[in-house]
């Protein structure tokens, strides 16, 4: 597998220190900068097209929200940008924070508090095209999306996460998904296992993993994780 090319954006010195130092002793990873606030960031990620950019939430002139909104806004109008990805790194696991960053359409959510070598996996699937997705993030997503659900308030807040990826909603009006694969596809989401699914559902873990099968193939996903996240971007699991 070829070197994963890294930025860092990131304003706090100790942090930024430690995880450039840490990437750095990494083989696999080519650590092409650092920047300490978003203008510098959006400068940096434009210049030397990474194939990850590790985005602070919390930067002083702009969040990383808003950071990876202007950054996929020129993504959108430059061809050569097209393969660089967004993860955040945050210690924000509040509501308001997560939906945000996941309306804004960053590519991996991770918390602080991950481990290197976990963030080393998100920074490998992050680059091939999938997302990671930190689990507490997705129960927090899920949960906000009932409670939108029950009492119809934020719709324009639910509109806008569910229309950060129009072609999802094209996918499962081609292919939609049947009840059974909903139940299936919202434990997914949750982190279960196919064991778990299967004790939860009463069903075998064989018949798990021919639904799994069938809502990968629907929703055009690599994986379990970037199927969640897709699902959570078109509403499915709300």
Known sequence: MSNIKVILIEDHDLTRVGIRTALEQRGEVEFLGEAVNAKDGLALIKEKQPDVAIVDIGLPDMDGVELTSHFKQAQAEN??????KILILTLQDSEEYVL???????????????????????LRVTKEGSSWIDPAIAKIVISKAKTISSDGEDASQTRQISASEPEYDQLVEAYPLTERELEVLQ??????????????????????????????NKLCADDRTQAAVRALRSGLVG
Do not use: P, W
Not at 103 to 119: R, V
């Open 79 to 84: 061809q050569a940008l097209q393969s660089v």
């Open 100 to 122: 945000a960053a996941f309306a804004a359409g960053a590519d991996s959510y991770c918390m602080k508090d991950i481990s290197f070598d976990y963030l080393l996996e998100a």
């Open 187 to 216: 434990l997914i989401v949750e982190g279960a296992s196919n064991a778990d699914i299967a004790e939860k559902l009463y069903i075998t873990v064989g018949t798990v993993k021919t639904h799994v099968r069938n809502i990968l």
